[in-house]
């Protein structure tokens, strides 16, 4: 799947390179809602999307790219669950390569929207509050002190959504679109957690090591834009 989405991601942005025009060119504040996190907004105005190029009258190809400051976001593939957001907050930019399909006519257009994406953060933290409290729910401890270390590397998923634009002229138009996010990236937590219970007699040190634990790039981002078209 990862080969897959990589593969994809990287022929489309070669395919979009190619050309020497683009149909339509749109900034956007998109506003992140992550699941069991908190909501993110964008750094405007670094939410710019739609660069692309018609394949047919309905179908084209688009790229683009969202610089986002996550507040926080969770993480799978651990031995216990949080609802709570166990990473942030943190700087993050997202590509998507999207295939469109486009109807409507020159007052407006109704887009459906599938492809992949890839990300990466800069300045990642753990919300050691959080953690803390799911470990003394997993330990069954009164207290936990966590000190972990993760990777921090590049991240991939898939997203699909839609979109409609309004326009206002043949080079103008304001858009309102939601796309849904699944992916996500390795983090490999490893490191110690440290504690009690309410019949230790002194401090518990537990090594603890999740090579599986990946940030759950899971949500729905809601985004209100403005087209310039070359149509």
Do not use: C
């Not at 890839?118 to 207290?143: E, I």
């Not at 019949?199 to 729905?220: E, F, H, Q, R």
């Amino acid at each position: 799947m990862r080969k897959a989405i990589s593969t994809f991601i990287l022929v489309a942005v070669i395919g979009i390179a190619k050309p020497a025009f683009a149909q339509e060119m749109g900034v956007s504040f998109s506003f992140f809602f992550p699941k069991n996190g908190y909501f993110s907004a964008p750094i405007s105005p670094f939410s710019l999307r739609g660069i692309g190029f018609n394949i047919t009258n309905n179908l084209a190809l688009e790229t683009g790219g969202s610089l986002y400051r996550m507040s926080g976001m969770n993480v799978t593939n651990l031995p216990f669950e949080s609802k709570e957001p166990l990473v942030g907050p943190f700087f993050n930019l997202m590509v998507p390569v999207e295939l469109i399909l486009q109807f409507g006519n020159n007052d407006f257009e109704f887009r459906i929207k599938g492809g992949g994406f890839v990300f990466y953060n800069f300045g990642t933290k753990l919300n050691n509050g959080n953690l803390d409290r799911a470990f003394v729910d997993y330990f069954n401890w009164v207290v936990a002190n966590s000190n972990l270390q993760f990777d921090n590397k590049i991240g991939y998923g898939y997203e699909f959504g839609v979109e409609y634009v309004q326009y206002f002229s043949r080079k103008f138009g304001v858009s309102l679109g939601a796309n849904y996010f699944i992916g996500g990236s390795n983090l490999n937590f490893r490191g110690n957690v440290s504690g009690a219970t309410n019949d230790s007699n002194g401090v518990i040190v537990t090594a603890v090591s999740y090579p599986d634990a990946k940030l759950d790039y899971t949500g729905l981002e809601i985004s209100i834009g403005i087209i310039f078209s070359s149509r």
